[in-house]
């Protein structure tokens, strides 16, 4: 599997992220929604840093479930309820956390502001596509 990123000099230059994913592979794998939870359904906090490293980390297992690993993800959707610029630096900063643990590197991404998610508790919700082999 390749991943080759693209950040055209036309098109702002992206913090934390790529502009463009050029995915090849024989696999393409798509993750349903990951939210803050463990396997027992407990939060892994309250808090957006803590939801969002462990909403990455079940993303993580379910590629690797796949075959795949963190470097196989091509594209990041994120779900965000309250999108203020306090709680987003809060969401960058527990997925850097869990990239950096994971040995992830940048992809591309898209982050989605929304009012709620099916339970009062989760504060993101992520899903990944990812390329392997």
Same mark, same amino acid.
């Given at each position: ?18 502009? %463009?994913?050029? $995915?090849? +592979?024989?696999? %393409? ?5 990951? %939210? ?7 939060? $892994? ?11 990455? =980390? ?21 779900? %965000?309820?309250?999108?203020? =610029?306090?709680?987003? =630096?809060?969401?960058?900063?527990? #997925?850097? =956390? ?14 989605? +502001?929304?009012?709620? #998610? ?5 504060? #993101?919700? #992520? ?7």
């Amino acid at each position: 599997m390749t991943l080759e990123k693209i950040n055209p000099g036309s098109l702002p230059r992206p913090h934390g992220f790529a502009q %463009v994913v050029i $995915a090849a +592979g024989s696999r %393409v794998v798509f993750t349903a929604g990951q %939210v803050g939870i463990n396997a027992d359904y407990t939060l $892994a906090g309250k808090d957006y840093c803590s939801q969002a490293r462990k909403a990455a =980390e079940n993303v993580y297992a379910a590629v690797g479930a796949a075959g795949g690993s963190p470097a196989d993800i091509a594209r990041l959707m994120i779900y %965000v309820v309250d999108a203020t =610029e306090a709680n987003l =630096e809060e969401v960058y900063r527990g #997925l850097g =956390e869990a990239a950096q643990a994971a040995g992830a590197g940048t992809t591309t991404m898209t982050l989605i +502001g929304v009012t709620a #998610l099916s339970d009062p508790g989760w504060l #993101l919700e #992520l899903d990944a596509t990812a390329v392997i082999g």
